[in-house]
């Protein structure tokens, strides 16, 4: 069973950051690429940014220079480290490896 855990979503100031964390369980996490997606209240899921298992990474254009996403395959964990976080990126933030899905964790920025 594989489970993928998020957590550090947080009501924040325009401007503000935030980290978010995902732990994932019950797979070899160092071997797969780990993807973070968003979803904003009447949109479609987006992809935000993705960390392969090398280490390279991609970023979505809207949050280009301001996200960075990181692993530690020590601990099982990706990580998004979002600054100058805007209202725009107000959304429920979901980790994903392959057909794997999180339960979310909410962000929601304040103006």
């Known amino acids: 069973q594989v489970q993928l855990v998020e957590s550090g979503g947080d009501l924040v100031q325009a401007g503000g950051s935030l980290r978010l964390s995902c732990v994932v369980s019950?797979?070899?996490?160092?071997?797969?690429?780990m993807h973070w997606y968003r979803q904003a209240p009447g949109k479609q899921r987006e992809w935000v940014a993705v960390?392969?298992?090398?280490?390279?990474?991609n970023y979505a254009d809207p949050v280009k220079g301001r996200f960075t996403i990181s692993r530690d395959n020590a601990k099982n964990t990706v990580y998004l480290q979002m600054n100058n976080l805007k209202p725009d990126d107000s959304a429920v933030y979901y980790c994903n490896a392959q057909i794997w899905w999180g339960q979310g964790t909410q962000v929601t920025v304040s103006s």
């Open positions: 960390i392969t298992s090398g280490g390279g990474t």
């Open positions: 019950g797979r070899n996490f160092s071997r797969n690429a």
